[in-house]
């Protein structure tokens, strides 16, 4: 699978984020924007809600000199690592959003995009996107609690991931809800996972 680095917390100002209203924005505006949204009605109640979705894209590879071993790999359709290589190169589109969302009314959300490679099966891109929002949610939502400071309204965190009992990723539910609780966190999978499953898609 391709590398998930992790963030550093000390270096999550300059991560940007994008927004339908404000456009590119740091994290901590990101931030500050919530927390504003958060107080106009500290009475009402909240949801924040983390989900990643993804697309496979393709693309193809720059013709190798006519004896290189790479040549050679793509006539034999073998690739090292086992696969089948005709000559594209397979990356995921990973786009990850942060929603808060005020119960009656309606909400703010914002997103970030990443590629990633070497994601060559469904069960790694599940991987891939539930590793994805939980590396957000542990960078995100210490700094969001640290601005909080505790003066404004609760909110239920929900981390969604796009999986469900119908269809080819039924069999992964028990292992990547395990990995998001396991992690202190609430997982919300389909039909109710519309962060991953509506908005984030929305931006692949």
């Given at each position: 699978?391709?590398?998930?680095?992790?963030?550093?917390?000390?270096?999550?100002?300059?991560?940007?984020?994008?927004?339908?209203?404000?456009?590119e924005i740091k994290i901590n505006e990101s931030i500050g924007l919530i927390k504003a949204?958060?107080?106009?009605?500290?009475?009402?109640?909240?949801s924040l809600v983390i989900g990643t979705d993804s697309h496979e894209k393709?693309?193809?590879?720059?013709?190798?000199?006519?004896?290189?071993?790479?040549?050679?790999s793509m006539r034999?359709?073998?690739?090292?690592?086992?696969?089948?290589?005709?000559?594209?190169?397979?990356?995921?589109?990973?786009?990850?959003?942060?929603?808060?969302?005020?119960?009656?009314?309606?909400?703010?959300?914002?997103w970030r995009r990443k590629n990633m490679s070497n994601i060559h099966t469904l069960r790694e891109k599940i991987y891939a996107e539930t590793l994805e929002s939980l590396n957000f949610a542990l960078f995100f939502v210490p700094l969001l609690r640290k601005s909080l400071n505790g003066d404004s309204p609760n909110y239920n965190l929900e981390i969604h991931i796009d999986v469900g009992e119908h269809g080819d990723t039924r069999d992964m539910i028990r292992e990547v809800v395990g990995m998001v609780t396991g992690n202190g966190f609430v997982a919300k999978t389909k039909p109710h996972a519309y962060g991953a499953s509506y908005v984030a898609d929305k931006h692949t």
């Open positions: 699978m391709g590398e998930n680095k992790l963030i550093d917390v000390k270096d999550a100002s300059n991560e940007l984020l994008n927004s339908l209203t404000h456009g949204f958060l107080e106009e009605k500290p009475s009402a109640e909240y393709e693309t193809r590879l720059p013709t190798p000199p006519p004896d290189s071993a790479l040549t050679q034999t359709g073998e690739r090292r690592d086992g696969g089948q290589d005709n000559g594209i190169s397979k990356t995921i589109n990973l786009v990850t959003a942060v929603l808060v969302h005020r119960r009656g009314f309606g909400g703010k959300y914002f």
